[in-house]
């Protein structure tokens, strides 16, 4: 019997123990994930979420930073996120917010494609289909939203259940903006911020060195990864890009810009409070 073969006859067990086990996957989206086979590996078998997967998964915490290297898993695992929260929570909406079109379309084309990993009869029947937004019978709906420079594109949603901002580090301050007051009349939406650095500046850099407790923060090396290739990491290594690339994108550090002379912690060390600000 292989993996597949045996993870079918999970599922098909699955649905046959009904509510019981329907209440375990509610209680834990990492069991949900796991048991009904929906995290593939480069094979295209079903497999397990890594340790930092299922605490994300499973945090009780409603306020997440991930500060994770490039192909982690910080879109699949906002995926799953997302498409538990609308099977388990009926009539939940779910917000998926990246800087960018092609970013959006790709984290939607991620939910359907864990969608068609469903069993039959296990997920509601979505009613309506568009390029970047799903309805499903129970009433739940998941938008995957460009959300643009300032934002303008993301207001007027209210009570979401989840927020994404996916590429966190390159989305606007003003866009990050845009989104607080969405969480006002239901501030336990889970808000989840996921990127690689891109510099000491903005929201994502201060919540992940200076957010409080309530932020669950996580940070992943590609080299503490053991499913990334170690030859690929030497190449990477040696990027013509310079060595600042291999630390942001695969070591997460928040490295001083090229262009940014003087960097943030020198500006911050220099700055005295007691100076007042004379508005010119
Ligand atoms: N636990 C896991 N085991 C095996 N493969 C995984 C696991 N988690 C994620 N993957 C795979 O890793 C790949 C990258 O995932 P994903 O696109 O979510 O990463 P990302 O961190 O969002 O990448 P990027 O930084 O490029 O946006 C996908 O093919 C995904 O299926
Ligand atoms: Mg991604």
Not at 61 to 79: D, F, V
Not at 92 to 108: G, K, T
Not at 142 to 150: D, F, Q, R, V
Request: net charge neutral; aromatic share 6%; hydrophobic share 35%.
């Amino acid at each position: 019997m292989t993996l597949s073969e045996k993870l079918r006859a999970v599922k098909e067990l699955t649905l046959a123990l009904g509510e019981k086990k329907k209440r375990r996957h509610r209680n834990s989206p990492a069991l949900w994930a796991t048991e009904m086979g929906l995290l593939l590996d480069a094979d295209g078998e079903p497999t397990k979420p890594d340790p930092w997967q299922v605490v994300m998964l499973d945090s009780p915490q409603s306020r997440i930073c991930l500060n994770i290297h490039r192909q982690g898993g910080k879109s699949t695992m906002s995926s799953l996120i997302c498409l538990h929260k609308a099977l388990f929570k009926p009539g939940s909406l779910s917000l998926i917010v990246a800087p960018a079109l092609r970013q959006s379309q790709e984290n939607f084309r991620k939910i359907k494609d864990i969608i068609e990993l469903l069993p039959g009869g296990y997920c509601p029947e979505f009613d309506e289909s568009t390029k970047l937004s799903l309805r499903f019978a129970n009433g739940s709906r998941i938008l995957s939203l460009p959300g643009g420079n300032e934002g303008k594109t993301i207001r007027g949603f209210s009570r979401p259940d989840v927020i994404v901002e996916d590429e966190a580090a390159q989305c606007s301050d003003e866009l990050h903006a845009a989104i607080l007051p969405m969480m006002l009349t239901n501030p336990a939406c889970k808000f989840i911020l996921c990127s690689t650095p891109f510099g000491q500046r903005g929201h994502f850099y201060k919540i992940m060195t200076d957010g409080g407790h309530e932020w669950l923060k996580q940070t992943l090396k590609a080299s503490d990864n053991p499913r990334i290739s170690r030859a690929f990491l030497a190449e990477q290594r040696n990027s013509p890009l310079g060595p600042w690339y291999y630390q942001q994108e695969y070591e997460c550090e928040f490295i001083a810009g090229e262009t940014q002379l003087i960097s943030h912690e020198s500006i911050l060390k220099a700055m005295d409070s007691g100076i007042t600000t004379i508005e010119i």
